[in-house]
């Protein structure tokens, strides 16, 4: 994969928070990378430790791959330059936000509009250790409602253009 085609300077949803677009992105280029069975892991890899969390790449991996395989249902994750933010990229980043609020929030409860029970428990474990990694370099996701997204539900499972679709 080369920069041109992932375009790792864009970001068009910059009136988000520093935390949210650097996690989005990273989650959009993830997703992209394995939809088009490339690899983003050098950009990924070198993007996580400029931002002071050099675990953060492989607790992303993690993550995303048993969200990915495991998907109970097609999850919308758009490409890393679209303006808009998906109900489950909005979803995602919410439940990393709750997870550092530090409270006794199970996440798998959550998980499970994306994955099966079992799955859920194993995505809350590798959830829980991608939003320590991040609050470790500090950088500390919003759990506020000032997060935009496209709340079309038509358009939610559908094939837009410039989203990727996990099934």
């Known amino acids: 994969m ?3 085609e992932i375009k790792p300077g864009c970001c068009p949803f ?4 520093f935390a949210e677009q650097f996690t989005l992105w990273a989650v959009r280029l993830w997703v992209q990378a394995f939809s088009d069975e490339t ?10 430790t400029r931002a002071g969390v050099p675990h953060g790449y492989d607790r992303l991996d ?3 791959s048993i969200i990915s395989c495991g998907a109970a249902r097609t999850i919308r994750i758009n490409d890393p330059c679209t ?3 998906s109900a489950d990229e909005k979803s995602i980043l919410r439940i990393l936000a709750r997870i550092q609020l530090g409270d006794s929030y199970d996440p798998s409860s959550d998980l499970q509009s994306f994955l099966k029970p079992s799955g859920a428990r194993v995505a809350g474990e590798k959830a829980r250790a ?3 990694a991040l609050m470790a ?10 997060l935009s997204f496209d709340g079309i539900g038509s358009r939610l499972l559908g094939s837009a253009p410039g989203s990727q679709l996990i099934h």
């Not at 910059?14 to 928070?17: A, E, G, I, L, V």
């Not at 690899?39 to 996580?48: P, V």
């Not at 370099?137 to 000032?146: H, M, T, V």
């Open 39 to 48: 690899t983003a892991d050098e950009i990924l890899l070198d993007a996580f």
């Open 62 to 64: 993690d993550l995303m």
């Open 137 to 146: 370099g500090q950088i500390q996701l919003s759990a506020s409602e000032r």
């Open 2 to 4: 080369t920069s041109k």
């Open 83 to 85: 303006s808009v933010i």
């Open 14 to 17: 910059h009136s988000q928070p």
């Open 130 to 132: 991608f939003a320590s």
